[in-house]
C-alpha cells in the first residue's frame, strides 16, 4: 500500500516536472502566431524536449530550426497531385492496417524505385510522413515503418546523400515520430550500405531500427509482438496480401489534402483523380476534421 502511494506520487512529481519544462520552453520560444502557433502544441513541445533530453535550450533551439524549415519547405502544403508519379509503383505507401497499438504504418519498398531524383523522393516522402501523422489516431503520437527489401539492389538504391537527408528531416524536424523502424529480410550487400548510413542516426533513432529475417525465430517473434499477423502482408510474414492500386491510394490522398487544407486553414482547390493524376477543380473545402 506504502508502495503504491509512492509511486503514485513519483509519477505525479514527474508529471509537474515536465508540465514545467513545457511551459518553459513556451516562454523561452515567446510570442508564435500563424502556423508556427498551430504547430507547436504541448504534445510538440513535449517531443522536442524528449528528443533533447528535457533539455529545454536545446529543444528550444531545435524547434526553432524546425520552425525555419517548415516556414521554407512547407511540407503542411505539398499536394498529392504534386508527388503522385513518385508514387507510381508503391514504393511508399500508408499502410490500410495499424499496429497492435493503433499506430499509423508507412510501408516502404526500396526496390519498387522508379525515379531519379532526389529532391522528389524526399518530397514524396516528407508528404507521406504528414500525412501519417494526420492520421494518427487520437492520443497517438508516432508511426512504424515497414521496409520490405524485396527486389532491393544497388541499382534501385537511393544515395548515402539523399539517404542522410532524409535522415536529418526525420530525426530533426520530425522527433519522436517514429516509434520502430523494420528493416524485413535487407540482403547481404545492404550491410555494406547500412554501415555508413547507421552513423547518421542519432543513438535513439538507432535503437527503433530493428533487422528481422523471416527464417529467425527471435524476428518472428518481435514481429508477432508488433504486428496482427491477420493484418500484416505475406512480405512481412503475415497473412494478408499487399496491393498497392496508384487510382485507389491517389483517390484516398487527394481527399486527405482536403483535411489537411482544412487542418492548417488553407485555401484549396481538391483535385479529381484519375489514374493518379489530378486536375484541379474548384470545389468547397470540407469541414475541419475531428
Given at each position: 500500500?506504502?508502495?503504491?502511494?509512492?509511486?503514485?506520487?513519483?509519477?505525479?512529481?514527474?508529471?509537474?516536472?515536465?508540465?514545467?519544462?513545457?511551459?518553459?520552453?513556451?516562454?523561452?520560444?515567446?510570442?508564435?502566431?500563424?502556423?508556427?502557433?498551430?504547430?507547436?502544441?504541448?504534445?510538440?513541445?513535449?517531443?522536442?524536449?524528449?528528443?533533447?533530453?528535457?533539455?529545454?535550450?536545446?529543444?528550444?533551439?531545435?524547434?526553432?530550426?524546425?520552425?525555419?524549415?517548415?516556414?521554407?519547405?512547407?511540407?503542411?502544403?505539398?499536394?498529392?497531385?504534386?508527388?503522385?508519379?513518385?508514387?507510381?509503383?508503391?514504393?511508399?505507401s500508408r499502410?490500410?492496417?495499424?499496429?497492435?497499438?493503433?499506430?499509423?504504418?508507412?510501408?516502404?519498398?526500396?526496390?519498387?524505385?522508379?525515379?531519379?531524383?532526389?529532391e522528389n523522393?524526399?518530397?514524396?516522402?516528407?508528404?507521406?510522413?504528414?500525412?501519417?501523422?494526420?492520421?494518427?489516431?487520437?492520443?497517438?503520437?508516432?508511426?512504424?515503418?515497414?521496409?520490405?527489401?524485396?527486389?532491393?539492389?544497388?541499382?534501385?538504391?537511393?544515395?548515402?546523400?539523399?539517404?542522410?537527408?532524409?535522415?536529418?528531416?526525420?530525426?530533426?524536424?520530425?522527433?519522436?515520430?517514429?516509434?520502430?523502424?523494420?528493416?524485413?529480410?535487407?540482403?547481404?550487400?545492404?550491410?555494406?550500405?547500412?554501415?555508413?548510413?547507421?552513423?547518421?542516426?542519432?543513438?535513439?533513432?538507432?535503437?527503433?531500427?530493428?533487422?528481422?529475417?523471416?527464417?529467425?525465430?527471435?524476428?518472428?517473434?518481435?514481429?508477432?509482438?508488433?504486428?496482427?499477423?491477420?493484418?500484416?502482408?505475406?512480405?512481412?510474414?503475415?497473412?494478408?496480401?499487399?496491393?498497392?492500386?496508384?487510382?485507389?491510394?491517389?483517390?484516398?490522398?487527394?481527399?486527405?489534402?482536403?483535411?489537411?487544407?482544412?487542418?492548417?486553414?488553407?485555401?484549396?482547390?481538391?483535385?479529381?483523380?484519375?489514374?493518379?493524376?489530378?486536375?484541379?477543380?474548384?470545389?468547397?473545402?470540407?469541414?475541419?476534421a475531428s
Open positions: 500500500m506504502f508502495r503504491r502511494r509512492q509511486s503514485h506520487n513519483h509519477e505525479e512529481n514527474d508529471s509537474l516536472q515536465r508540465g514545467a519544462k513545457v511551459s518553459e520552453l513556451r516562454a523561452a520560444l515567446g510570442p508564435l502566431s500563424g502556423r508556427s502557433l498551430q504547430y507547436c502544441t504541448d504534445a510538440c513541445l513535449v517531443r522536442y524536449l524528449e528528443a533533447r533530453n528535457w533539455n529545454v535550450d536545446k529543444a528550444k533551439k531545435m524547434l526553432e530550426e524546425t520552425l525555419k524549415w517548415r516556414a521554407t519547405y512547407k511540407p503542411e502544403e505539398i499536394r498529392w497531385h504534386e508527388v503522385a508519379h513518385e508514387g507510381e509503383t508503391g514504393k511508399v499502410a490500410d492496417f495499424h499496429d497492435r497499438l493503433g499506430r499509423t504504418v508507412l510501408i516502404m519498398r526500396p526496390g519498387m524505385q522508379n525515379t531519379t531524383s532526389a523522393n524526399i518530397r514524396h516522402l516528407v508528404y507521406l510522413i504528414e500525412n501519417s501523422i494526420l492520421n494518427l489516431r487520437e492520443g497517438q503520437e508516432q508511426m512504424s515503418w515497414l521496409i520490405d527489401f524485396t527486389g532491393w539492389s544497388l541499382n534501385t538504391n537511393v544515395p548515402i546523400k539523399t539517404a542522410r537527408d532524409i535522415i536529418n528531416i526525420l530525426q530533426n524536424h520530425y522527433p519522436e515520430r517514429l516509434a520502430i523502424c523494420i528493416l524485413y529480410n535487407p540482403p547481404r550487400i545492404f550491410v555494406a550500405f547500412w554501415k555508413v548510413v547507421k552513423y547518421f542516426l542519432d543513438p535513439k533513432t538507432f535503437q527503433k531500427v530493428k533487422f528481422v529475417y523471416p527464417k529467425n525465430k527471435e524476428s518472428l517473434e518481435v514481429m508477432k509482438s508488433l504486428f496482427d499477423v491477420e493484418n500484416l502482408p505475406g512480405e512481412f510474414g503475415g497473412k494478408a496480401t499487399l496491393k498497392y492500386d496508384h487510382e485507389e491510394f491517389s483517390r484516398m490522398m487527394a481527399e486527405d489534402d482536403v483535411k489537411t487544407a482544412s487542418y492548417w486553414g488553407l485555401d484549396s482547390k481538391p483535385c479529381h483523380v484519375t489514374n493518379g493524376y489530378s486536375g484541379a477543380e474548384t470545389m468547397p473545402l470540407a469541414p475541419p
